[in-house]
């Protein structure tokens, strides 16, 4: 069968050219795997640094030569101008297109023209200056998220301070990819590495703009004050 192309950028041409370029002494799904975990602990020790993840960040990039190392950069300066050009699923269209994903348990990723079409069906019910909480339990490389990013800003909503967002999934890689794109989008999330289903959760990442707008702390002292509102509003009601 034919493999469905999703890529349309040429930061993705160029990224999936330099990856086979690297990949002359581990397989380009490895280097592609090492490029995600990489990615993903540089970004989350920017924001909370442990030691673990820089010792893990140095086992890795170490299997490989000087070219290779130089070669990881330039594969998320690429993720950087994409996702600068345009909203979309950088990580994921390639990760299909390359057929990286995992087709024994089902892995498959929205097309990412669906999911901005499931998007724009949502945010009607947003309201403005109220922050807008999402739950995405099995959330691949983030594009279901990423497309309501999209379609908000398409409406004129400051989704960066506004929106936030817990992703999950059981895949590391989803998990890398989801983080990754999700940060460099400015997108306030904190991506979960857990089973949905069971509840068993191994690790988690906050996006650098969860810190950044203080959301946690906003959306504690909206539902503060909601909750005033309606313990109030029950009071009024029994009175009368």
Not at 66 to 90: A, H, I, N, Y
Request: net charge negative.
């Amino acid at each position: 069968m034919k493999k469905q192309i999703r890529m349309n950028l040429k930061e993705q041409t160029d990224f999936v050219k330099l990856l086979n370029e690297m990949a002359y002494e581990h397989s380009a799904y490895d280097v592609f795997c090492d490029f995600l975990t990489m990615s993903c602990y540089s970004i989350a020790n920017a924001v909370h640094y442990k030691k673990e993840r820089e010792s893990r960040y140095l086992e890795i990039i170490g299997k490989y030569k000087k070219d290779v190392q130089e070669g990881f950069s330039r594969l998320l300066g690429l993720v950087c101008l994409g996702l600068e050009r345009k909203f979309c699923d950088f990580l994921g269209e390639i990760y299909m297109d390359c057929g990286f994903g995992d087709d024994r348990n089902g892995q498959f990723f929205t097309p990412y023209p669906v999911a901005l079409v499931c998007a724009e069906s949502i945010v009607e019910k947003v309201k403005d200056n109220k922050i807008f909480t999402v739950l995405e339990p099995s959330c691949g490389s983030g594009e279901m998220v990423i497309a309501l990013a999209d379609a908000l800003h398409r409406k004129g909503f400051d989704f960066q301070r506004y929106l936030y967002v817990q992703a999950q999934d059981l895949s590391w890689n989803s998990v890398c990819m989801a983080f990754i794109q999700l940060s460099l989008l400015g997108i306030p999330a904190t991506v979960v590495h857990c089973n949905s289903l069971t509840l068993e959760k191994f690790g988690e990442f906050e996006t650098p703009m969860v810190g950044m707008t203080l959301i946690k702390e906003r959306l504690s002292l909206q539902n503060a004050v909601e909750g005033m509102k309606n313990h109030g509003k029950e009071e009024s009601d029994t009175e009368n």
